[in-house]
């Protein structure tokens, strides 16, 4: 769990009614080729990514916070309590190359984004956004690569 790295406002936000009506969950996949020298560094370094993440949660501290019903208003809100976004990081024996024209979606990506169905681990509260990042190999050299 990854939670602002500043310290931010513990509060409710109110949810509009269309929010209320038309609650679902977005999926998105992105696909980046290493740019520069080191085609291994900066877009592997978890490390970093982490960090920045949690960078991004002080502007954005609700999305590190939690679903709840008020039951006076009888109404869904975010609970801003920095209880954290989830950050999965994952390594793949694939290459880019190897999932075909990466442009166009494909029903083969759904298997490579962390599905919200296991958020039920974290029972009635789950978090309100996970990021996940995958390591392809490279397709330069397979064999520089080992996958643990």
Do not use: W
Request: with cysteine; charged share 20%.
């Amino acid at each position: 769990m990854i939670v602002p790295v500043e310290l931010t406002e513990e509060c409710s936000l109110f949810l509009s009614n269309i929010d209320q009506a038309v609650a679902y969950v977005v999926d998105s996949v992105y696909f980046y080729t290493p740019n520069g020298e080191d085609k291994n560094a900066a877009a592997a370094d978890v490390g970093r990514l982490k960090e920045a993440f949690g960078k991004v949660l002080v502007p954005y501290h609700f999305m590190a916070g939690r679903m709840k019903l008020n039951l006076e208003k009888e109404r869904l809100e975010i609970e801003c309590n920095r209880a954290g976004a989830l950050f999965a990081a994952a390594n793949c024996d694939l290459t880019l190359s190897d999932l075909g024209d990466v442009t166009f979606p494909n029903p083969v990506f759904r298997r490579l984004v962390l599905q919200g169905v296991h958020a039920r681990k974290f029972g009635a509260n789950p978090p309100l956004l996970m990021m996940q990042v995958i390591k392809f190999i490279c397709s330069l050299d397979k064999s520089k690569y080992s996958i643990g």
